[in-house]
């Protein structure tokens, strides 16, 4: 049955993640970092820097380090931390505005993107000690960041507003990993939240 965890009963929860290394340690991102180690019977408060968390990544090859984009608030600035310890500690890198999601690039753990609220898309070739603006994607809400596993190059962004126009999302897709991307046709005035690569039919996006 489904029911309220223990240690979390309140207040907005936008990312978990269950550790690829150990099932018994989950984190659960969103008004502050919460980090449990026994399956999710209790909880602790894991000391971050800012208030809210709007996703949680694991590296794909290594279970130890994850990734965190924040933000301050509405109309605030935001970070990506990282963590080195499966997300006891963490150190950040700031940015003007704030993060909305994070990805990992499934063959180069060093390359991290990044998708904003105002500024779209970064990038990181340092396991994100710096960061570039990259896509072109300059003035968009970015949502989410979807990598093909077979062909990292070809990546997708859910663009859910550009400059904050209604019905100006969609989705675009990259295949020289992120250097450029192009509106992909049939989702061309819709705002999207999320894209979804079938890992076993990469071709396949929802």
């Not at 996703?55 to 380090?65: T, V, W």
């Not at 970064?122 to 003035?139: I, M, N, P, Q």
């Amino acid at each position: 049955p489904l029911g309220l965890v223990v240690g979390l009963q309140s207040g907005a929860i936008n990312s978990v993640v269950v550790s690829p290394i150990n099932p018994h340690v989950i984190l659960a991102g969103g008004l502050g970092l919460h980090r449990s180690t026994d399956d999710g019977s209790s909880w602790s408060t894991v000391s971050i820097g800012d208030p809210i968390v709007r996703d949680l990544e694991f590296d794909p090859s290594d279970g130890d380090i994850l990734y965190a984009g924040t933000t301050n608030g509405p109309g605030s600035a935001g970070s990506v931390y990282r963590s080195v310890d499966g997300g006891v500690t963490w150190v950040g890198a700031a940015f003007d505005d704030w993060i909305e999601v994070v990805a990992v690039d499934p063959s180069d753990s060093r390359v991290v993107f990044a998708g904003s609220l105002r500024s779209g898309l970064y990038k990181s070739t340092d396991s994100g000690d710096t960061w570039l603006a990259v896509g072109g994607l300059t003035d968009a809400w970015i949502r989410d960041i979807e990598i093909d596993p077979s062909n990292p190059q070809v990546m997708y962004v859910g663009v859910f507003s550009i400059n904050f126009q209604s019905a100006s999302g969609g989705v675009f897709k990259s295949t020289d990993g992120g250097a450029t991307f192009d509106r992909s046709s049939g989702l061309t005035t819709t705002d999207i939240g999320a894209v979804l690569v079938d890992p076993s039919q990469p071709q396949t996006v929802y």
